[in-house]
């Protein structure tokens, strides 16, 4: 079993910043973010594996940046240029499973944070 929680979600202004921070349990070997906007479906927003090869969903692309640092067990997502369709819940997700690029499928990852909420207002 892996506990994930997330921090650092809020409030901003479209343009504005935010960075999430989950700590894990334990480091894993792919670890990513997902989000969820009312009534919509989880979508994946960036992924990384173990050693650090990164994906992101196409409407982030240049505006987010996902890290790690394995020796706090903490994975982050850098939020920048924040746009009203980037409000959702934002969740930490992981899996023990490797993977050549670590995927956006939701079906990969059977470990899942609370979630943060993000708030974007135009």
């Known amino acids: 079993q892996v506990q994930l929680v997330e921090s650092g979600g809020g409030s901003v202004q479209a343009g504005g910043s935010l960075r999430l921070s989950c700590v894990a349990s334990r480091n894993t070997n792919s670890m990513g973010w997902f989000r969820q906007a009312p009534g919509k479906e989880r979508e994946g927003v960036a992924s990384?594996?173990?050693?650090?090869?990164?994906t992101y969903v196409d409407p982030v692309k240049g505006r987010f940046t996902i890290s790690k640092d394995s020796a706090k067990s903490t994975l982050y997502l850098q939020m920048n240029s924040l746009k009203p369709e980037d409000t959702g819940m934002y969740f930490c997700v992981a899996t023990g499973a490797s993977y050549a690029a670590a995927p956006l499928s939701p079906g990969a990852y059977p470990y899942w944070g609370q979630g943060t909420q993000v708030t974007v207002g135009s």
């Open positions: 990384i594996d173990i050693i650090g090869r990164t």
